[in-house]
């Protein structure tokens, strides 16, 4: 996916240890998979997340 999205493989790294990532980044993935940033993604408040 890395390749087809035009994303380097550190990036998936980072989504799978839910570190951050460019919105750029999040862009290319949703034009990659045909989809809308809520489909791949949710925001979640620090406090909310402890």
């Not at 087809?4 to 951050?20: C, F, V």
Request: proline share 2%; glycine share 10%; aromatic share 4%.
């Amino acid at each position: 996916m890395a390749n087809k999205a035009g994303i380097t493989g550190n990036i998936l790294g980072r989504l799978s240890h839910n570190e951050p990532v460019s919105m750029g980044s999040m862009e290319k993935i949703c034009k990659c998979l045909d989809c809308n940033i809520g489909d791949v993604m949710e925001f979640v408040w620090e406090n909310e997340a402890n």
